[in-house]
Structure formats: C-alpha cells, structure tokens
T-cell receptor, first 113, second 114 residues
Framework: GDSVTQMEGPVTLSEEAFLTINCTYT??????LFWYVQYPGEGLQLLLK?????DKGSNKGFEATYRKETTSFHLEKGSVQVSDSAVYFC????????????FGTGTKLQVIP | KAGVTQTPRYLIKTRGQQVTLSCSPISGHRSVSWYQQTPGQGLQFLFEYFSETQRNKGNFPGRFSGRQFSNSRSEMNVSTLELGDSALYLCASSAESPSTEKLFFGSGTQLSVL
C-alpha cells in the first residue's frame, strides 16, 4: 500500500540556517504530494502541495519539488526563523477514488535564536 | 467561516469503557476524515465519510467505528478502551474529496486511557 517515509527528528537549527527535511514515498499510480505543518496545540495546516511530476510547491519561503524518478518530495527553506518551529508532515494521496491521505510520522523542527 | 470543531478537547477514561468523539466540519464540507496521532506512529488513518457513507477505512480493529449525520457532523466511537488507545484524535474536513483537496484539521481530542 501507500507509504511515506520522513527523516527522523528532532531537527535543531540556528535562526537563518538552511533547512532540508527529507521525504520519500511509495505509491501506485500518480499520487499528489503534500507538506502539512502542526504548530504546538493546533491541528495540521496545509503548507504546500504538488500534483504531478516536476511540479514545485511553495509557500512562506518553503519549497518542495515532486521528483518521480527518486520518489521524493524534500522540503527546503533557505533561512529559517524561530516561528518556523513546528512538526512537519509529508503526505500523499493516491487518488484512484480511495479518498485517503497517507501521512508520514512527522519531523519536529526546533529553531533557536 | 468557522473552522473544524472537535469536542471534547480532553478526555480521561479507564480501560474497558467506551468513548464518543465529535467533529463538526467547515460549513459546506461534506467529507470528514479521522486520524489517530501518536508520537511514534504519526497520523494513522481511521476512516472517511461523505454524505453519511463510509468511503474508506484504515487498518484499525472493529472497536473503532464512526458515523456521519445529514448535517455532515461526524462522530467516532471507541468501545472497550485499551491503554494503547491513548492518543490525539484528529478530524479533517474537505469539500468533496480529501485525496485531491486541501484538508482542514481540527485541534483534536486528547484521549487518555488509564
């Protein structure tokens, strides 16, 4: 079945550092890929998405490119801020009428001043 | 527009009891999905409802059940609670199709089983 693998956290970075959170997936067909973010005490929010190969999703300085050849969707940001501290979830939807989004285990990011 | 509302926010139960959690989706949204979130497992899909019909179900035992009402509000029930059921239960709504649309999440119900 569909699955998502994320790098384990926590990831601790200094403010203005470069961020990469790795995500790879296994799916049949042509899934859509997502990054969701969860701030402390809140539900998840969609950060960005990509629906086909080579698409780049971007939002709030974060980017991720849908790489079908490597089945990856790594999240990057050039300069992180303390306010980016949160848990980041990679996810996919397999389409095909299954009406289900599969999430990775999440990566906690802590940015220190 | 009001967001997704989950009640109650916290629950403490003992083993063997049953519990019912409620989720009110964003107005106009007809799809509601439920997830169990635990530190080691991340988000595990429980089930998805659309127009009062369950369209998809995850790999959870039959003790976990749900339903959706005509106003799209949804409930999930866990019977014969076990310690391992302690988790944050999240619901998410979308207009029609969670696999192609943005999911809007509630803040969750934190269930503790003692």
């Amino acid at each position: 079945g569909d699955s998502v693998t994320q790098m384990e956290g926590p990831v601790t970075l200094s403010e203005e550092a470069f961020l990469t959170i790795n995500c790879t997936y296994t799916a049949t067909g042509y899934p859509s890929l997502f990054w969701y973010v969860q701030y402390p005490g809140e539900g998840l929010q969609l950060l960005l998405k990509a629906t086909k190969a080579d698409d780049k999703g971007s939002n709030k300085g974060f980017e991720a490119t849908y790489r079908k050849e490597t089945t990856s969707f790594h999240l990057e940001k050039g300069s992180v801020q303390v306010s980016d501290s949160a848990v980041y979830f990679c996810a996919l939807s397999g389409g095909g009428g299954y009406q289900k989004v599969t999430f990775g285990t999440g990566t906690k990011l802590q940015v220190i001043p | 527009k009001a967001g997704v509302t989950q009640t109650p926010r916290y629950l403490i139960k003992t083993r063997g009891q049953q519990v019912t959690l409620s989720c009110s989706p964003i107005s106009g949204h007809r799809s509601v999905s439920w997830y169990q979130q635990t530190p080691g497992q991340g988000l595990q899909f429980l089930f998805e409802y659309f127009s009062e019909t369950q369209r998809n179900k995850g790999n959870f035992p039959g003790r976990f059940s749900g339903r959706q009402f005509s106003n799209s509000r949804s409930e999930m029930n866990v019977s014969t609670l076990e310690l391992g059921d302690s988790a944050l239960y999240l619901c998410a709504s979308s207009a029609e199709s969670p696999s192609t649309e943005k999911l809007f999440f509630g803040s969750g119900t934190q269930l503790s089983v003692l």
